[in-house]
């Protein structure tokens, strides 16, 4: 097991790819651009090692942005940073996948990806506009391609190697399971919402098994009312290992073997949540039998609409 000091760089194996993923992940769903850059520059500053993007988030370039100049600084090397992005709903025609990531790729400024994931199983009306919606407001759904097609698209991708490893988002277990048994080159990560009032325990079961990575996004509950950080048996845990509410539940994140994403753009938190240490086994056996509230915060797994694209304007 990981020593209160190592936690924060656990590497977890890939079953393809560039190795290896940094269990401590840095979120980019940010809104304004000079945000995501400060906020992603201070992140591989104190430590951050792998950064989460999305063509969904218009922001990449403002990531690469802050990637190019701590690699001109010489800071860092691109092969320090584990960097995915994500194939938006709008781009799952098997036509439109490669130029979906090369365009991703010149945001990023990048030769590579180290993973590329389908953002979620849901195909949208192919376009430029990613919220296609009808006269009534609803979504336009795009009967005409297989999640299975899509999927293969990406092999296709991984066969000419501008990404490494490849992914699913925002899916069931049934998903997995269906993608799983079809593809010739299996799911290395699957991210989804996970926290402790969502610990996904089946499906992280099934990603064990199958040598997939379990990556969470909004393991500290997104900021969402109830809130996970106020939670008496995570406070009081927090209390007695001397660290914050957001460290015992990032710590238990990854002593559980699940990668994390967490975000922020107060310099701070930042620093906060890279910040973790071990926590001793009775505190995890606690989170998991004392925590008793289970909620999903972010409904995009039902619908492919995402819950948390905050607007620039
Ligand atoms: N695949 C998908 O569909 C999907 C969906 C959603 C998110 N994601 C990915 O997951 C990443 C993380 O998601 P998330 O932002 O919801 O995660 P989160 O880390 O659970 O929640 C972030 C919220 O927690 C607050 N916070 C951060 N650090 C804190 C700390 N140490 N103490 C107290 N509050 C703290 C932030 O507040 P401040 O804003 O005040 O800092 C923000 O409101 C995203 O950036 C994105 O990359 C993926």
Known sequence: MATADTLRYTKIPLTHGSGAIPAVGFGTLISDPLATKQATTT???VGFRHLDCAERYRNEDAVGDAMQAAFKAGTLRRDDVFVT???WNTNHRPERVKPALAASLRRL?????D??????????RPGDEQDPRDELGQVIYDRGVTL???WQALERLVDDGRCKAIGLSDVTLEKVREIASAARIKPAVVEVESHPYLPEWSLLD???ENGIVLLAFAPLGHGMSPKVLDDPVITSIARRVNKTPAQVVL???VQRGTAFLTTSTKPRYIQENFEISALPEDAMREIREGV???IRFNAVVGTGVPGFIPRAN
Do not use: G, M, S
């Open 251 to 253: 710590a238990w994140a």
């Open 206 to 208: 099934f990603c064990r």
């Open 292 to 294: 008793t509230t289970n």
């Open 109 to 113: 400024q990048l030769d590579y990806v």
């Open 115 to 124: 993973c590329y994931l389908i953002h979620t199983p849901f195909a949208f």
């Open 85 to 87: 992005t994500k194939l």
């Open 43 to 45: 992140a591989l500053e």
């Open 148 to 150: 299975l097609e899509t």
